[in-house]
């Protein structure tokens, strides 16, 4: 999307306009899976895509901050499971990858994404045993 020498990891998505056509694509593939889409049953749609936006926006480092419910209390009793979220970020490299966002910054956005694993999904995080 953009040359990433100097750019932000903002700038590589696109800024808000690329942030929000990347949040299309994922909500269209997340409609589209029948695992996913019941969660999404009794949601308004354009305000779940603003809301994603902003915050995938402020966690690329964006000019606004997300100032949205805490992710906790948002996802509280849902029932997300690890496996419902790994889906999701699976759909979102694969939104990001279709807009044309290169790699890394996919891997970047995907490493911000995933120590929220245990917010949405209300899992204990654990230490691995050896």
Same mark, same amino acid.
């Given at each position: 999307? &953009? #040359?990433?020498?100097?750019? &932000?990891?903002?700038?590589?998505?696109?800024?808000g +306009? !690329?942030?929000?056509?990347?949040?299309? *694509?994922?909500?269209?593939?997340?409609?589209? #899976?029948? &695992?996913?889409?019941?969660?999404f049953?009794?949601?308004?749609?354009?305000?779940?895509? @603003? /809301?994603? %936006? $902003? =915050?995938? +926006?402020?966690?690329?480092?964006?000019?606004?901050?997300?100032?949205?419910?805490?992710? *906790?209390?948002?996802?509280? !009793? @849902?029932?997300?499971?690890?496996?419902? =979220?790994? @889906?999701?970020? !699976? /759909?979102? %490299?694969?939104?990001? +990858?279709?807009?044309?966002?290169?790699?890394?910054?996919?891997?970047?956005?995907? *490493?911000?994404?995933?120590? $929220?694993?245990?917010?949405?999904?209300?899992?204990l995080?654990?230490?691995? &045993?050896?």
């Open positions: 999307m &953009t #040359d990433t020498t100097e750019a &932000t990891l903002y700038q590589r998505l696109g800024e +306009a !690329g942030i929000a056509a990347v949040v299309d *694509g994922l909500y269209e593939r997340i409609l589209g #899976d029948e &695992t996913l889409a019941p969660y049953t009794e949601t308004r749609m354009v305000d779940q895509k @603003r /809301h994603m %936006a $902003l =915050f995938l +926006a402020a966690a690329a480092g964006g000019p606004d901050g997300y100032k949205g419910k805490d992710l *906790g209390v948002a996802h509280a !009793g @849902r029932g997300i499971s690890g496996e419902d =979220f790994d @889906r999701v970020i !699976g /759909h979102a %490299a694969s939104a990001l +990858a279709e807009a044309g966002v290169d790699a890394d910054a996919i891997n970047q956005v995907a *490493g911000a994404l995933l120590p $929220l694993r245990p917010v949405i999904t209300n899992e995080a654990t230490e691995p &045993t050896a």
